[in-house]
């Protein structure tokens, strides 16, 4: 009959029966996927036990709207129990506490206690979704079913940078479980299955390990044999959950392989073209080659462009634009060429055509150009989860922000040269610092690693500390300004040389720890190229080296926060970055040194992250399926 009634209201409602009941996950799916295709920039889910007040769904939508720019994905309205007298809250969103449990908040508060308020997570059952979330973080997940899909949706988004939100001045009542009552022991076997399953994906080991403390306590209590099929069917699944989670973490969730349920509004990709510095020898002509190669390894037919518009070295001359073009282009230059890029190749945005901006950057406070070059995009993949959060931050709320890793070389180092090294310091303990004088000395902060290595150490001591730099002569005072930290430490020795890649690789290889002792890095390829080669690395707890680094593979330093002082002119005068703890530093170091064992143990961690890393085809796939979700803006937005 409800049916019935909903078909006779014309074109202005859609009814979708899935004929099965393939669970909570996939109805929502199935809607939202129509809502998608249609151009809604905001989908509502509504529990059949839900009854909606006049004015309910505008605060949702302004609220939305209004939190484009600092990223909010969902907002829920309060939920007010149904028939409650004097009105109480059912759910006013949901908490996650240590054991990966989420529940309502405020439950049976006064309506007037709510306000508003960020969220773990928002309750399915009235919610009001970003269509740009969706589209980035994809579909819930079906395996759950029923229960914690929500959960398990909005902690994936957190981890991608999104937000969550109650909006009170919105106000629903629910009447609550009108339909799972009917479940009976299968409610709290899903209810438990899924919990571990959600924190299997997301917790940190201590969750996973309260977790599962908790399902075993609960085998005490009746009824016990529900308790004990939730604990083994949990368990059955965590690793597969778990294995989606390390593949997350590398890849990202916006770059998945394919596996769960299918992607959003996918649009299939004939080929691609990859603009960027394809002829130069430089860090974005390896990016640039990078992802065309991986393309190329999951079978996309790949268009290269060279962009010529640079004084780095050429490997070849530059070719002519081609006089064929896929429709999709991903440009591989830095945020500030964007517009100027547009003008001189109008084609690249031409209707019906997406321009993708492959940008990196390393700090949280994004330039005004960097923004103004996105109103040209349809948009902008990055390789860290740290420059998306960034990006996102300050993007149009049209211009999606997706983490697309690029493939980072794990280097095998000549035994030869490395032996070379060696033989120069002898069987001391070699820190190693490397760095480039035109990559702006004080965000890599040379400094610090030195003045923590002379407090951690004399000169009769044994260790060594090598700076490895290179250009030096091209910034002369920022040069003179470390050797002045050095003073007369013998033990610190000062190398400003080019080397070959071979000999860089080498050096890194032969030292005995890396330390980076940054104020920020988008992604930071030289601790990742020490855990491959399995040199131990002591780094900033802060930046893109986040992806990669944790507790167990390197020695992690915290740090306050500070302001650039001399940016360069690349970097805005008081915008904020990490300032090393020097007496972390310090003991870092001396643990190193003092604890054998402990370098044995980072290396085999670090050894097993850089294996982890997918290999060409895999990150070719992860673009191919963020290209099939792309979509032309002007096909769904017109420009403000």
Sequence with gaps: ????????????????????????????????????????????????????????????????????ASHLGAVQPLLVQLGSDPAEINSAGVEIDRYGAGSDRLRAHPVADAKPAALDAVTGGAAAWSAAFVRDVGPADERFFLYYEDVEWCRRGARAGWRFALVPQSRVLHAGSASTHRLGGSLRRLQERNRLWSVAMHGSLRELTAALWLSIRRLRHEPRDVHRHALLDGMRGAPARGFDRVRGRSVAATVRQASGPPDFVRRPVGGVNVLGYHHVSSGLGDNARAIARCLRAAGVDVIEIDNDVTNSPRRRPARPMPTELHDATIAVVTAFEFEGLVARLPELRADGRRLIGYWMWELTTVPDSHVAAMSVLDEVWTASAFVRSAYADVAPGWVPVRRAPYQVPRPVPDPSRTAGWRERWGDRFVFLVTFDYLSIPERKNPEAAI??????????????????????????????????????????????????????????????ALVSPHRSEGFGLQPFAALAMGTPVVATRYGGVLDYLDDQNSLLVEYTMTGVIEGEGIYPAGAPWADVDHDGLVDAMRRLVDEPALAGRLVTAGRATAAQWPDDRALGLGYLQLLEMAEPRTTHMELP
């Design 451 to 512: 003045r923590a290595f002379t407090s951690a150490f004399e000169p009769s001591d044994g260790p060594l500390l090598i700076v490895k730099s290179m250009n030096g002569d091209r910034r002369p005072e920022a040069s003179e300004a470390v050797a002045a930290a050095v003073g007369e430490r013998d033990d610190v020795w000062l190398l400003d040389d080019h080397l070959d890649e071979a000999d860089h690789h080498a050096l890194i290889a032969a030292a005995d």
């Design 1 to 68: 009959a409800a049916h019935r009634r909903l078909r006779d209201s014309g074109d202005a409602v859609t009814v979708l029966d899935l004929a099965v009941n393939a669970g909570f996950a996939a109805a929502i799916n199935a809607g939202f996927e129509i809502g998608l295709d249609r151009g809604a920039h905001v989908l509502v889910s509504l529990n059949d036990d839900v009854l909606v007040q006049p004015g309910w769904l505008e605060p949702l939508v302004e609220a939305l709207e209004d939190g484009r």
